[in-house]
């Protein structure tokens, strides 16, 4: 009787102890996973960071302006080209409404 | 199960005694100790189940660091990058742990063209244990020098300063030192918000505006081969600065390569005289004050002849002139005739409530302080009438102009975005009346004066020309000139403020050799205007139309004084 007590004791130990050693490494490895997930979310914002920078540097308007210039049929608008909602004629029914005076492109 | 007989023994006397002794004191520690281990047991309990101290249930997992890359960035308006911090990779060797420098080096300069393999292997071979072979490799360089795997090369991480916008905005960012420290404009300004990192700098300029501003200043300095340029672009409503150029201007990615002239912010720190662009505010005062009325009018027909001064008029008409009519054709006479009805005394006041008596309060270390007649005579109050005597910086000049133009409400010129949405505070200085009055004399002199070529279709613009002759070492120098224009749109609820000031212009065939503000100014602005007015939300009108001429209605009395004048909204 005694013995087998002992013997479920020891076991459980062992058992307990196996457990919390997988527990351990487990917790072990998923801190491994995080501190190289970190390390990859700084790497990805300096990285975010120099191509805002390439960004902000393709875009200059002058090299905007010429790339437009060469390769799209568009030119700048003229005052003609703008006209207001109250500009336009007023369809035959009671449709129209809406805000007067915004500028509106065409 | 029977029972197990017990053992009884009988004790008697001292024996009995103390062994009842014992037993007690047996009790007693046991109790003790029970008390002890129900306080631990409890106690236990209480650490490991009931409270949720030490070790929390779940553990926080380590939040990534935030990444930053030294000195804050600085962006525009609309958050445009204006200058940020890149780490970037520096190389450098241990000629030490170079195995074989020929080869190295041969490799070295095949990725890095720049540099030259006879260099490099002198270097290789110097025998000391460092030598930086190239600073601030771009990545494509940086992978490319790894990938050739030669030993005894190293990578230092450094933090370079980049300005993305190159020269665009050279004098309002300045430029920050190799050490990461500002050095001119903004960035040394605000050097140590700048330094402590964390949030962007959000500057009031527009890089769309500024670009605009900055092609067509240069256009017109390139136009008349000038010596310099500058151009600003003010808010009337918050005394934000859209746009500000400076020309000549360097590269703020390598200030050192560019002439120290280049450096000089026109727009701050340059003084000027600025000429005619000052009857605004003589205009101003003098109507503001109650000394000049609308109706009046002043005899210009006679140069001003003050102790060895002689005041003339550049566009002259030689004979009696009307308010509206002595700031169309820009006289000085009159102007000059005008600030002695205000009086010297009147005259300061007003100026110093325009803020042109002492440095702007804009935000870069390069402000100039203005230049004023001391002692301040009749005759300086007279010069100073059409914009000679007083020499401003052009954002000062521009801040009073939007003062008076706004309503008569001076804003302080700024080049931050303000936060949030609270209105910009601002310190009436004029009548709103007065304002109307000026408004519609600097429509005159786009529709029928001295500023025709500032006309941008559909967007009333209103304005001054000026042209100051440049004083030198002796007295003023003929042909050095100073040509600006002062535009504001729409003139009927002014938006904004447009300066072009041209230094040193010369004229060429196109002007039949005129280099004044309303040949080579103002048609700048008109561009300006033009391909900007629909950047900056204002909406072209119908100038023509029956609501906008009735705002802008003048009368001009003719030389028969008190007879009714001929109505000239029409122009």
Known sequence: ?106 | MTPKPIATAHLDGTAKLSLEVGRNRLLLGGALFAVAFAAIAFRLADVSVIKTAGEPGVAAAAPARAFTAGRADIVDRNGVILATSLNTASLYANPRHVLDAREAARKLSRVLPELRAAVLLSKLTSGRSFVWIKRHLTPRQHNSVLRQGIPGLYFQREERRIYPQGRLFSHLLGFAGTDGIGLAGVEKKFNDSLRAGAKPLVLSVDTRIQHILAQELAAAVGEFRAAGGTGLVMDTDTGEIIAMASLPDFDPNVPHRSPAKALFNRATLGVYEMGSTFKIFTFAMALDSGAVRMSGGFDASKPIRVARFRITDYHGKNRWLSVPEIFMYSSNIGAAKMSLALGTRGQRDYLGRLGLLTPASVEVPEVGAPLLPSPWREINTMTIGYGHGIAVSPVQLIEAVATVVNGGIRYRATVLKPLGDQPAKGRRVLKRRTSREIRKLLRLVVTGGTGRQAHAPGYLVGGKTGTADKSGARGYRNKALLSSFVGVFPITAPRYVVLVMIDEPRGNKRTFGYATGGWVAAPAVSRFITRAGLLLGVAPVDEESAQVRRALRIRIPTAARGRRGQNIASF
Request: charged share 20%; no cysteine; glycine share 10%.
């Open chain 1, 1 to 106: 009787m005694r013995g087998r007590v002992t013997l479920f004791w020891i076991l459980l130990a062992a058992v307990v102890g196996f457990g919390l050693f997988q527990v351990k490494y487990k917790v072990q490895n998923l801190e491994d996973d995080l501190r190289r997930l970190n390390a990859a979310i700084t790497a990805e914002q300096e990285q975010l960071h120099v191509l805002s920078a390439e960004w902000a540097y393709l875009n200059h308007p002058a090299r905007l302006q010429e790339l437009s210039a060469r390769y799209l049929p568009l030119r700048p608008p003229t005052v003609d080209q703008i006209g207001t909602l109250d500009g336009l004629p007023h369809r035959t029914q009671a449709a129209t409404g809406g805000a007067g005076g915004d500028v509106v492109g065409r």
